[in-house]
């Protein structure tokens, strides 16, 4: 059986305030937005995308209504570094929460942080 080449583009994050959520991912976070439009009549939500800075990976700020309670959660959603505890300086320094602040464990390092609306995200190293 031949393999199938997939890889993850795009990852969901819902959020209940999609303006104050963009401005945090662009403006603290630094990533690029990539789309904003309309996904009905007026006061629908938007679709809207972010990207990463030097990376593939695409965020999608969603506010789907009957999804809320997961709004200020630990989200499924890991991000990559090259050196944990400079990103951790870098992103204080732009006022991002950190609850876990980092520390080497046994599977590498690891730090956890918030965005505008308490969503928790795991930060890791990559390895050599």
Same mark, same amino acid.
């Given at each position: 059986?031949?393999?199938?080449?997939?890889? +993850?583009?795009?990852?969901?994050?819902?959020?209940?305030?999609?303006?104050?959520?963009? #401005? %945090?991912?662009? &403006? =603290?976070? @630094?990533?690029?937005?990539?789309?904003?439009?309309?996904?009905?009549?007026?006061?629908?939500?938007?679709?809207?995308? +972010?990207?990463?800075?030097?990376?593939?990976?695409?965020?999608?700020?969603?506010?789907? #209504? %009957?999804?809320? &309670? =997961?709004? @200020?959660?630990?989200?499924?959603?890991?991000?990559?570094?090259?050196?944990?505890?400079?990103?951790?300086?870098?992103?204080?320094?732009?006022?991002?929460?950190?609850?876990?602040?980092?520390?080497?464990?046994?599977?590498?390092?690891?730090?956890?942080?918030?965005?505008?609306?308490?969503?928790?995200?795991?930060?890791?190293?990559?390895?050599?």
């Amino acid at each position: 059986m031949s393999q199938v080449a997939l890889q +993850v583009g795009k990852v969901s994050l819902n959020v209940s305030d999609q303006d104050a959520a963009k #401005r %945090f991912w662009v &403006e =603290k976070m @630094g990533f690029e937005e990539v789309l904003d439009t309309p996904m009905g009549e007026a006061g629908s939500p938007r679709w809207i995308e +972010v990207r990463a800075p030097g990376d593939g990976i695409t965020l999608i700020l969603f506010s789907q #209504r %009957f999804d809320m &309670e =997961k709004v @200020g959660s630990l989200n499924n959603v890991l991000f990559t570094c090259d050196d944990v505890q400079r990103t951790y300086a870098e992103l204080s320094a732009r006022g991002i929460d950190f609850p876990d602040k980092p520390a080497q464990q046994e599977w590498g390092w690891w730090a956890t942080f918030r965005d505008n609306e308490g969503n928790f995200y795991g930060l890791t190293q990559r390895n050599p």
